[in-house]
Nanobody
């Protein structure tokens, strides 16, 4: 069983930057694929980015070029660096983990964290 805890969300002005962290405990986290999702008010949860155990990454078109996902195996942490933030990035950000890449990207039957709120003001 993997437990995930997100941190780093806060209020930031448009054009600013934030770094979110997802820290895991339990399980063999190093072998898990980890993804970030977000859910804005009134909208469905959407995929943002994912990283494999070896560091391969993928991004949604809406964040490509602005967000960067990375992981630190020694600290059991996956980070999401968010630059040039826009008001439409406002959402609760969740991390998700599973050994399967396709499962993580689909966002089903994965371990979830509790989420961290990111608010971008215009």
């Amino acid at each position: 069983q993997v437990q995930l805890v997100e941190s780093g969300g806060r209020l930031v002005q448009a054009g600013g930057s934030l770094r979110l962290s997802c820290t895991a405990s339990g399980g063999t986290f190093s072998f898990y694929v980890v993804g970030w999702f977000r859910q804005a008010p009134g909208k469905e949860r959407e995929f943002v980015a994912a990283i494999t155990w070896s560091g391969g990454s993928t991004y949604s078109d809406s964040v490509k070029g602005r967000f960067s996902i990375s992981r630190d195996h020694a600290k059991n942490t996956v980070s999401l660096q968010m630059n040039n933030l826009k008001p439409e990035d406002t959402a609760v950000y969740y991390c998700a983990a599973d050994p399967s890449y396709t499962t993580v990207v689909a966002g089903t039957d994965v371990y979830w964290g509790q989420g961290t709120q990111v608010t971008v003001s215009s």
